[in-house]
């Protein structure tokens, strides 16, 4: 027990969380050191099972590159393993951080929210999220909520403004009824009767009231109106005119609720938190960074209008769940033993809109529960984004050392008027304030990669703080799954480009890292990093065995062999263990099939294409983008996302490779079952029993592209141009076997 194996010193405070290893990790290193034997035995078999060239031109090729596939698969399996070996779990006490200090010596603590697209990601979405970290259990005039809007949408900040007026009840009624959780849309989506401290009459008129809200900001979405506001509201609106479009528009800074001057108050007289909306400058001809740049202004307008010593981020559709999350999160920063070298407290993702044996296998308890609690006992979680916990300083490029010394009570008030705020926030987010500054490099969130989040944690990390990953029982945050296929495989596109690029730059963990960080969470590091370069071995086991089993050509062990021990006590023992942590940590038999089959969909699209663009880049030929996840689904897709019917979306060149594997090993497995026993009858499968396995299961994995090539009529399904296009590639490759 770490966090509760240092007692208190006399006169201290007791430690404010605990660390402790979960029992039973010898049967699982006795497990990884018998199939790291297995992987060697293969290796063994590959080395010295090569064909001769002369006669046996496909077997020679096929079995050399099937040396190199095992040979990278067994390193990245001994990757994944050495950061699965020194899982912790953190428990958080909340009740002796209410002992150990007052609601007067809390930290003020500053909340971004990010959203770029209001046709993209809805603005009632937005606001949504906005109303439930508003809506913290926390001393309300030490809560500031800044929002970001880069498409600086007058409709986005009119649904702001809505909330604002909104939030003067929804505020109390959470806190007086100790509602959970504190979205809105969520609370009304999932509460069928009223909470049991809350008369049917309240929940009604909350509801009424919410269902106004809405019913005024879709009106303004749908007719792009904005509608007359009070006089005394007016001010903020004067700033939008008729030549402002989302990639061209001045710097805007708008405090709505200010508790210092205009004593904003919710209806039971109590304080509101401030809430600020921000447009930073943005022209046609300046690179802006995309979120990165966002968060930057962000952290430099907070630090003008409260500067608090905690920050925290969040996606504009990741809505809190949990009211007690920044106690927990001040847990850690807060523990006088354990907590001065803490940079960041990292919450996992979890989502809302998962459906009972998800077709996309969303459901991501093996690496909430087992893959980030491993990361953290080697020191550090990696900062994915949103759900993020942050001291100030490290943000802005402090270096830890003993000697630091937080100042916890820091940013409360300000002697200056909301104008003054407000001119002065608007000069540091023009769109050339960034320029010659450490901003983006130094300071602030990385530029240059689309995975700027992660790199930020990692430069955090090796500047001396560890980072801290925390799974409440209540989840943190609740989020929005992408529910087509097209929006999953894109998203992972652009995560394991950005993992690659990291890993093959200055900042590879093993170089900017070494001696600054573990090994183990190098390591860690890696696991993502080379997500893409996977892709490589993944693709070849898809396509060439399967080739050589049409063409009749063994490049396995036969089935009475020796040697097929090593085969397939790794697959089966591998496959199994995996099946066995998915049902040990909530899913379900069916998601874990699906796990599997997206696992294959990724490497042979998302992380392929990412490899060759990264090398592609390298090599000056091609350039990274940024692709905004869509936030919006139309009702028919998501009737067939709970029927377990899979939603390709937009065509992609993604479709066509996975079209073009799946319909080759149906052709392979067909064809070459029906070589074998027609010619040499059942016994004949003997030297090739693996690779007819290997094409039954890749078929057997893709029905639903099946079904989607030649059975589905509806709109998510793929067009018969797909299946043209794949067929002339699987002929071309089916020729290479004649």
């Known amino acids: 027990m770490a966090g509760s194996s240092t007692p208190a010193v006399a006169g201290g405070k007791p430690p404010l969380f605990a660390t402790e290893k979960p029992k039973r990790m010898v049967a699982y290193r006795l497990y990884a050191g018998t199939i790291f034997a297995g992987i060697l035995l293969i290796w063994v078999y590959r080395a010295t099972h090569i064909p001769p060239r002369e006669g046996n031109s496909l077997g020679w090729r096929a079995s050399l590159g099937l040396l190199v596939a095992d040979v990278l698969f067994g390193l990245y399996w001994v990757l994944t393993l050495s950061v699965r070996w020194n899982p912790i779990r953190r428990t958080t006490f909340k009740d002796r951080l209410s002992e150990c200090y007052g609601e007067d010596q809390l930290p003020g603590v500053d909340i971004f929210v990010c959203t770029a697209d209001p046709a993209l990601e809805p603005p009632m979405l937005v606001i949504s999220t906005v109303l439930s970290v508003m809506a913290y259990d926390y001393p309300q005039e030490k809560l500031n909520i800044y929002l970001s809007d880069d498409a600086g949408s007058s409709v986005t900040f009119y649904a702001l403004y809505e909330a604002s007026e909104f939030a003067k009840h929804w505020i109390p009624f959470c806190k007086n009824y100790k509602v959970e959780p504190r979205s809105p849309a969520a609370y009304f989506a999932e509460v069928a009767t009223p909470h049991d401290a809350c008369s049917p009459q309240e929940s009604l008129r909350m509801k009424e009231l919410y269902k106004d809200l809405t019913d005024r900001v879709n009106s303004v979405v749908h007719s792009g109106k904005i509608p007359e506001v009070p006089e005394s509201n007016r001010r903020g609106f004067s700033e939008w005119n008729e030549t402002i479009s989302s990639e061209d528009h001045p710097s805007i800074v708008q405090i709505l609720i200010d508790r210092n001057e205009r004593k904003a108050v919710d209806v039971d007289g109590n304080v509101l938190p401030t809430l600020v909306y921000m447009a930073r400058e943005k022209r046609p001809q300046v690179k802006h960074n995309f979120k990165a740049g966002s968060l930057n202004a962000l952290i430099r307008v907070s630090s003008v209008i409260s500067n608090s010593p905690v920050t925290m981020n969040v996606d504009c559709d990741m809505y809190s769940n949990n009211s007690e999350s920044i106690?927990?999160?001040?847990?850690?920063?807060?523990?006088?033993?354990?907590?001065?070298?803490i940079g960041f407290v990292q919450y996992p993702q979890n989502f809302d809109n998962v459906v009972h044996n998800d077709i996309y296998g969303n459901p991501i308890n093996v690496v909430n529960e087992l893959d980030h609690p491993c990361l953290d006992g080697w020191g550090g979680m990696c900062y994915y984004g949103t759900g993020c916990f942050h001291r100030r300083e490290t943000l802005c490029g402090q270096i830890y050392?003993?000697?630091?010394?937080?100042?916890?009570?820091?940013?409360?008030?300000?002697?200056?008027?909301?104008?003054?705020?407000?001119?002065?926030?608007?000069?540091?987010?023009?769109?050339?304030?960034?320029?010659?500054?450490?901003?983006?490099?130094?300071?602030?969130?990385?530029?240059?990669?689309?995975?700027e989040d992660v790199i930020t944690g990692l430069k955090i990390q090796c500047r001396g703080w560890r980072s801290v990953y925390y799974n409440p029982v209540r989840k943190g945050f609740l989020g929005m799954a992408p529910t087509s296929l097209g929006q999953i495989l894109i998203q992972h596109k652009r995560w394991s480009e950005g993992f690659l690029q990291i890993s093959l730059s200055n900042y590879s963990p093993f170089l900017l890292g070494h001696g600054k960080i573990k090994l183990g969470l190098q390591m860690g590091y890696s696991v993502c990093g080379f997500w893409a370069l996977n892709s490589f071995p993944t693709f070849y086991?898809?396509?060439?065995?399967?080739?050589?089993?049409?063409?009749?050509?063994?490049?396995?062990?036969?089935?009475?062999?020796?040697?097929?021990?090593?085969?397939?006590?790794?697959?089966?023992?591998?496959?199994?263990?995996s099946l066995a942590e998915s049902l040990q940590y909530g899913d379900t038999a069916v998601e874990w099939w699906n796990a599997q089959r997206m696992w294959f969909f990724r490497r042979t699209t998302s992380y392929l294409l990412a490899a060759i663009d990264t090398i592609g880049g390298m090599l000056g030929v091609s350039e990274s983008g940024f692709d905004l996840t869509v936030k919006v689904n139309d009702s028919q897709a998501l009737e067939r996302h709970k029927k377990g019917k899979m939603e390709f979306g937009p065509i992609s060149g993604m479709f066509v490779i996975l079209s073009t594997i799946v319909l080759f090993n149906l052709v392979c497995m067909v064809a070459g079952l029906g070589r074998v026993l027609w010619f040499e009858g059942a016994e004949g499968l003997g030297p090739l029993f693996l690779q007819a396995v290997?094409?039954?299961?890749?078929?057997?994995?893709?029905?639903?592209?099946?079904?989607?090539?030649?059975?589905?009529?509806?709109?998510?399904?793929?067009?018969?141009?797909?299946?043209l296009i794949s067929l002339c590639f699987v002929s071309s490759l089916c020729l290479q076997a004649i």
């Open 694 to 723: 290997l094409c039954v299961a890749i078929v057997a994995i893709n029905a639903p592209v099946y079904e989607a090539l030649f059975f589905r009529k509806d709109s998510g399904s793929l067009p018969s141009f797909v299946t």
């Open 541 to 577: 086991y898809a396509i060439i065995p399967s080739l050589c089993f049409l063409d009749g050509v063994s490049v396995f062990p036969e089935i009475t062999s020796p040697w097929i021990v090593p085969f397939g006590y790794v697959a089966v023992a591998a496959y199994s263990c």
């Open 327 to 341: 106690r927990d999160a001040l847990c850690f920063f807060l523990d006088e033993e354990q907590g001065q070298d």
């Open 401 to 451: 050392s003993k000697d630091y010394k937080e100042d916890w009570a820091r940013g409360v008030g300000t002697a200056q008027s909301a104008d003054e705020l407000e001119e002065m926030s608007k000069s540091l987010v023009t769109c050339t304030y960034e320029h010659n500054t450490p901003w983006g490099i130094e300071k602030g969130v990385r530029y240059g990669c689309p995975l």
